[in-house]
């Protein structure tokens, strides 16, 4: 494989371009390509950043153009590799962002064969080597049984239902601890950080075990996982708030260490808000 040798070339400096991890009930929608390279093999939408653009807004413009919707994003990372134009190869960073579809797709971009939904687990293999990378991180990060989530934060609160890309853009602001029984999800529990100008805080929310699995330490289990991961991450002080009439997680709060905090807690529903 060549590589260019005029002046500017040789800095090796990466071209940029974007992935899009669009995913519906644990299926991810992928291209088929329908032109070299990688001709007939799965690829994730998106594309090269163009002149004068950040990455977010070349991620929604090769949306728009390919998928004929507006999307939101969150950065999930941003992975450095090689591609190849011909014969040259090249160094690129992929920006790879979790993108949620505002509309229904109308498959528009000549060189994209078809579009299907694949599901995470059964994805093995997708064109371009930092899309493959791409692959790995929402693997590792992004898969969950979703139906046993809703049943479980439904032990909570039983109008409640999780919204999928609300679930995904959580593990992004903070960490989610599981534990699995016989290879079923059966506890959970969520800890994110935020930064006041006094200390380095988190939030402990939606902590949970299975009805069925409750009495055997589990929830303990969880907690402690929550609290290792905020002292690595620098966390002073964590908080969380729980009914009164929950004997047993008041029981095990008060054990692990927490304390009452003598302070009003305040909620204000911003739908609501100024009506």
């Known amino acids: 494989m060549k590589k260019c040798d005029c002046q500017l070339c040789k800095f090796e400096n990466p071209k940029i371009s974007t992935a899009a991890i ?5 299926k991810l929608l992928v291209a088929v390509r329908g032109e070299e390279p990688f001709k007939g093999q799965y690829d994730f ?9 950040t990455p977010e807004e070349s991620h929604k413009r090769e949306i728009k153009e390919e998928l004929g919707v507006d999307c939101e994003t969150n950065l999930l990372t941003a992975i450095p590799g090689t591609s190849t134009y011909g014969d040259y190869e090249f160094q690129v960073v992929n920006f790879v962002y979790l993108t949620e579809l505002k509309g229904e797709i109308k498959l528009i971009e000549n ?3 078809k579009f299907e939904w694949v599901p995470i687990k059964d994805l093995s293999k997708i064109a371009f080597e930092t899309n493959q990378k791409a692959l790995e991180f929402v ?8 139906s046993k989530i809703n049943e479980l934060v439904k032990q909570l609160d039983a109008s409640a239902k999780v919204n999928e890309y609300s679930l995904y853009r959580a593990l992004l602001d903070g960490y989610v601890a599981k534990i699995e029984v016989d290879g079923k999800l059966q506890g959970m529990g969520w800890i994110f950080p935020r930064q006041t100008m006094l200390r380095r805080q988190a939030v402990v929310e939606d902590m949970i075990v299975d009805e069925s699995q409750r009495g055997k330490g589990l929830g ?3 907690l402690r996982n929550l609290l290792d991961w905020a002292k690595k991450e620098g966390v002073e002080t964590v908080e969380l708030t729980t009914n009164p009439k929950r004997v047993a997680a008041n029981s095990l709060y008060q054990k692990v260490g927490f304390k009452i905090h003598p302070t009003n807690h305040y909620l204000l529903d911003l739908i609501e808000y100024g009506l």
Do not use: A, H, N, W
Not at 22 to 26: G, P, R, S, T, Y
Not at 45 to 53: A, I, L, S
Not at 139 to 146: A, M, N, S
């Open 45 to 53: 939408f998106g594309g090269y950043v163009g002149k004068g653009e």
């Open 220 to 222: 303990e289990k969880i």
């Open 111 to 113: 060189e994209i064969e």
């Open 139 to 146: 693997k590792e990060k992004l898969i969950f049984d979703l």
């Open 22 to 26: 669009i995913i519906k009930d644990q």
